[in-house]
């Protein structure tokens, strides 16, 4: 089990720096790393999901179509970031199949749907037509995150402390990209976006095997 952990860590710190190398230089191979680096957290997950563990079949579609989405958000970004909404969809199943809703699920969800709000009255004269696309978006990405974090941390396991930081961080992740894409010029972001994102992939992949 570890060993496979490993293993998938190892692949991801191979296909993250060639992502970086190609991004300026060939954006087709740059996609193909950056999907390659998701498909790195689906490998853990698909050996528990042929171990007979069903809620684990629900993390293999959520990585496929974030998988498809990497690559698809490189040249059609609406597109991308509807897999991206159904890859977040399965999450949410995922998790309230293995942890029961509590009352952290309602907290967690008020505090980012607060800042979520924030974030989009402040900058609703950026987003323009746009605003309803990421209120959609962001709505189910709170979801997600509160049914990972509050499921997570309920369970006193080291697969719901996976899943913990995984939603964690993918949430982390998405609220850099946002800023990132209001302001183009914060390129110093960049790194980071794709390292959290990475990691809170692998921690869910690998959160089925524990």
Request: hydrophobic share 55%; charged share 10%.
């Amino acid at each position: 089990m570890w060993v496979m952990i490993g293993c998938s860590l190892l692949c991801l710190c191979l296909c993250l720096p060639l992502f970086f190398h190609f991004k300026p230089r060939n954006l087709s191979l740059a996609a193909l790393f950056k999907s390659l680096g998701t498909l790195c957290a689906l490998v853990p997950a698909l050996i528990s999901a042929l171990r007979l563990e069903p809620v684990s079949w629900i993390f293999v579609a959520a990585l496929c179509f974030h998988s498809i989405a990497d690559y698809m958000l490189e040249f059609r970004f609406e597109l991308g970031a509807g897999l991206f909404l159904l890859g977040h969809v399965c999450y949410i199943a995922a998790f309230l199949k293995l942890y029961p809703l509590t009352s952290g699920h309602l907290i967690l969800l008020v505090c980012f749907l607060g800042w979520l709000a924030f974030l989009l009255y402040r900058n609703r004269a950026r987003l323009g037509k746009s605003l309803p696309l990421y209120a959609v978006y962001g709505t189910v990405l709170s979801i997600m995150a509160a049914c990972g974090m509050a499921g997570g941390a309920t369970s006193y396991s080291s697969g719901g402390l996976m899943t913990l930081l995984g939603a964690a961080l993918f949430l982390f992740s998405d609220n850099l990209l946002f800023l990132r894409l209001l302001d183009p010029g914060r390129y110093r972001f960049n790194a980071l976006i794709m390292v959290t994102y990475d990691l809170a992939q692998l921690l869910l992949g690998c959160s089925c095997l524990l």
